[in-house]
């Protein structure tokens, strides 16, 4: 069994930061991609920065300069720093990461549940 937990969401105002942490735990053998994707309302979910397991970092390009994805593999754990935030910002927030588990074949994608990112004044 494998689990991602989402957390660091919140409201904030224009122009402020906020810090997203995504923790993966279960029996994990091994994560390569992590992601970052976000839903706002009536709008379907879409990529907001993915770091690829040779290290390579893909961004939108509506975040570019302002968001930075970062990964800690000793705690399985990615971060992403969102700073310079705006109104459009707003969305729930969703990590993804491809991982395989101990004594299972294959390599599956996994979501967190989600974290709701306000910005507003």
């Known amino acids: 069994q494998v689990q991602l937990v989402e957390s660091g969401g919140g409201l904030v105002q224009p122009g402020g930061s906020l810090r997203l942490s995504c923790a993966a735990s279960?029996?994990?053998?091994?994560?390569?991609?992590m992601g970052w994707y976000r839903q706002a309302p009536g709008k379907q979910r879409e990529v907001v920065a993915v770091m690829f397991s040779g290290g390579s970092i893909r961004y939108a390009e509506s975040v570019k300069g302002r968001f930075t994805i970062s990964k800690d593999s000793a705690k399985n754990t990615a971060y992403l720093q969102m700073d310079s935030l705006k109104s459009e910002d707003t969305a729930v927030y969703y990590c993804k990461a491809d991982i395989t588990q101990i004594g299972v074949r294959g390599q599956f994608d996994y979501w967190g549940q989600g974290t709701q990112v306000t910005v507003s004044s």
């Open positions: 279960g029996s994990i053998a091994s994560i390569f991609t």
